[in-house]
């Protein structure tokens, strides 16, 4: 059961926003945020009947109504709270990975859903197309922004064809979203899809450096010469490779690279350094050979002068990216919503990055310590949480039986949370 009331870390996570929210949508937010964390299968419907002196479902339907207008807003302020705490604020040792996530749907009757190709599997998924910011600093991460891209024929269906954007329009909009909060993080991890001439032009103007795959057809210049990128690893002697060790940045997994550096020209983009990555594994004699033979990826970056480990260990922090929603998905149900306009989508997904952050700053504070003896994982965090709500909630069952003794509902309740047989009933 939810109690929201007497929730002390929810309250204190709220606390200070200063959204100037009417009482009732305040209630909502707080109370569908602690719903996502204590509920296996949140919704309006869930909530409302599990929470104690709380709101109807149709008083929450108003209310989140209401926040779906301040999405924005609340997680920008939530954000600027977030650097207040030395722990939690953003360091310029991180990095911000953008990508895209497509959360799926069962059906076409919500705004923003279509199909969308995935790169894990051969057909196209019916969803949502979530492209967003997460920013990862070692024990410290939470979601920055998100936003949703809408295909053409989408829009046209629900008569706004002219609010058509591409996706690389929708990740410099993150950007300049991003460095309007002037946080100190400058560097940007990103798959091949988002590194475009427009996006590091973007990138370069607020004064971030990137990493990135890099298309095996662009166009380099290495001593004065035009390459593709795939000629220009065909001419790289076995001699220039070096091999490089990197680690996980979360499971601290070891990998094994061969890597090779060239430093080049690219149009409208300027001087970058390109780093030719070959994965190697160990054979069963104990030598390394190549994990995947005849293969390669390309890394692209305007770091000054960076080494090839570095770069390579930086790059894959992108992969937190896609534990974040791995973990907002199996812990907070991000597939779940089921609002159908837009803004409901927005306000849904706005509530799940707020949970994700609510259990970060919990963990951050040491509330969730003393329930769970681990707390490596964000599902151990949700775990605690949990443990301690129900607390919260036994308590206020033993106060209601202690206020009324002759109450008989108080001695139903009380029994069947405590399993304690009373002689009375």
């Known amino acids: 059961m939810i109690m929201v009331k007497d929730n002390p870390i929810i309250q204190g996570f709220f606390e200070g926003l200063g959204l100037n929210l009417k009482p009732g949508t305040e209630f909502a937010l707080k109370n569908f945020v602690h719903g996502l964390l204590v509920n296996e299968r949140p919704s309006l419907k869930n909530i409302a009947e599990n929470t104690i002196l709380g709101q109807s479902e149709r008083q929450m339907n108003r209310a989140i109504h209401d926040l779906s207008t301040k999405s924005d807003v609340i997680l920008k302020e939530n954000f600027k709270k977030l650097q207040e705490i030395p722990r939690l604020a953003i360091k310029s040792t991180g990095v911000i990975a953008l990508d895209e996530h497509i959360i799926p749907k069962t059906g076409t009757h919500m705004e923003g859903v279509d199909y969308f190709h995935t790169n894990t599997g051969d057909k196209n998924i019916l969803g949502l197309s979530m492209i967003s910011t997460h920013y990862y600093g070692g024990k410290i991460e939470y979601p920055m922004d998100r936003d949703i891209y809408r295909r053409q024929q989408e829009l046209e269906k629900w008569g706004k064809e002219a609010a058509f954007r591409s996706k690389n329009d929708v990740a410099r909009a993150l950007i ?23 996006n590091v032009k973007e990138l370069v103007s607020k004064g971030f450096f990137y990493i990135s795959k890099i298309k095996r057809n662009w166009s380099v210049t290495f001593q004065r010469t035009h390459w593709s990128v795939s000629d220009l690893q065909a001419s ?69 002068d960076p080494s090839p480990k570095n770069i390579v260990q930086t790059y894959m922090k992108r992969w937190t990216i896609e534990t974040s929603y791995r973990d907002e998905n199996q812990e907070l149900n991000l597939h779940g919503c089921m609002w159908r306009n837009i803004e409901g989508q927005y306000c849904f997904i706005t ?41 919260v909630f036994g308590e206020w069952i033993t106060r209601l039986k202690s206020s009324c003794e002759s109450c008989e509902a108080a001695k139903i309740l009380y029994q069947l949370i405590h399993g304690v047989k009373e002689p009375n009933i």
């Not at 300049?176 to 427009?198: H, Q, S």
């Open 351 to 391: 509530l799940v990055f707020l949970a994700y952050r609510f259990l970060i700053w919990a963990d951050s504070q040491g509330f969730l310590t003393p329930y769970a003896p681990h707390l490596n994982t964000l599902g151990k965090k949700r775990e605690a949480f949990r443990r301690f709500s129900d607390e």
């Open 176 to 198: 300049r979203n991003y460095a309007e909060l002037g946080a100190p993080c400058k560097i940007w991890v990103m798959d091949a899809y988002f590194m475009t001439k427009d």
């Open 236 to 304: 790289i002697p076995a001699s220039d490779y070096e091999m490089v060790e990197v680690r996980n940045a979360k499971t601290h997994e070891k990998r094994h690279f061969q890597a090779a550096v060239r430093d080049v020209f690219i149009k409208k983009m300027g001087n970058n350094r390109v780093v030719f990555l070959k994965e190697l594994e160990k054979s069963e004699s104990g030598k390394f050979r190549e994990k995947y033979p005849n293969d390669w990826i390309c890394l692209v970056t305007n770091l000054p």
